[in-house]
């Protein structure tokens, strides 16, 4: 049922701009961007909170970055990949579609990138790296983001196994998919961010900052 809503939804709008045809793309070369609805929502956060600086841990193609570019023209990216194919890709769309001002990529481990990005803090962290390291990442990049600053982390469901594990057979996914149980009740016990979990897609966390003096 959830896969007829699903492309219920997917069918109300075309997708059809040259940006929206990157998707193509990234499926043909089998990079694993950010779905459909959940970049939506995503897009929909960004307009109704109007982060200025947004830090993305995983670039692959450059799909994500430049669809949160596109939403105004205020809004500066920073984005951390450090496969040399992914790299290469990203850099010649971001001058293809025009985002080398607006976009900077640092081509790096994001579990070494840190002192390359805290130059400034964010508003908004996108976490869609590995997997099994979004609770590292969280916990590193986390003191950058600015109170009332939003951490949105990309699959927190991960192809269903989170939720239904006994099906997952082999033991290096098993482990991954442990990593990921482990960082979500983590990640609802922390009191200082107030977590919201999707289940859209592969599942998405919607993480707010508490702001100190509430
Ligand atoms: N955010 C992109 C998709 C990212 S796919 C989009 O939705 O359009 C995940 C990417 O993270 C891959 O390109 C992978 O190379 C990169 N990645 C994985 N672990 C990483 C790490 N530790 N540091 C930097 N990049 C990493
Ligand atoms: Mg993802």
Redesign the pocket.
Known sequence: MENLNQSYFLSLQSYDSDLDHLRDF?EENK????DQLS?DLVKQIIRIYQPKEIL??????????MHFASISPDIHVTT????NE?IAYAKQHFSQFQYTEQIRLIE????Q?FSMVNDRTYDMI?I???KA?SKKFFELYSPLLNEGGIIIT?NVLYHGFVANIDIVRSRNVKQMVKKVQKFNQWLSEQSDFKTNFINMDDGLAISIKERKND
Do not use: C, H, K
């Open positions: 990234a990079v694993p961007i950010v970049l993305e841990l995983g670039t692959a193609i450059g799909y994500s970055s951390i990949e450090r496969n992914m790096e481990d994001a579990a990138a996108f869609d790296a590995a390291q990309d």
